[in-house]
């Protein structure tokens, strides 16, 4: 078994940051629709989140990209994963705060549980119009 950095790094890192509950939709998949729409499907976990401001860093990232958006950077104990539209995966969505966020992209990620996944990362995340998950 391995060390858990969140377990380890959260206590200290809530002082400035307190954790909030969330709402991790995780993306498994889609389906087509009789009319040819395709209609996303989510799994829905609870999750502990930290929240904050991008810094310049993780705005350099979306450098280029010439969004005019609301975003936060959070850090979650859990995988979550961006849309990738290579590998066909992702498209998670966090619900925290009144609003849905799409996470759009990986920044970190640290450790590993037995299947391989992050044990905990940190996603920058965008702010969705209202819709039904």
């Known amino acids: 078994m391995g060390l858990n950095l969140f377990l380890l790094a959260g206590p200290l890192c809530a002082q400035a940051s307190p954790p909030q509950a969330a709402v991790l939709h995780v993306s498994t998949g889609s ?6 729409s395709v209609t996303p499907l989510y799994t829905a976990m609870p999750v ?3 929240v904050q401001p991008p810094g310049p860093q993780d705005l350099q990232l979306m450098e280029g990209l010439d969004q005019q958006a609301d975003l936060r950077v959070v850090y979650v104990n859990a995988a979550v994963r961006a849309l990738s539209r290579f590998s066909q995966t992702g498209g998670d969505i ?11 992209r990986s920044v970190e990620d640290w450790g590993a549980d037995a ?3 992050s044990e905990w990362v940190k996603v920058v995340v965008t702010r969705q119009l209202p819709a039904s998950l």
């Open 115 to 117: 299947s391989g996944e």
């Open 94 to 104: 966090l619900e925290f705060s009144g609003s849905d966020w799409l996470v759009t």
């Open 48 to 50: 502990q989140i930290m």
């Open 31 to 36: 389906t087509v629709n009789a009319d040819g």
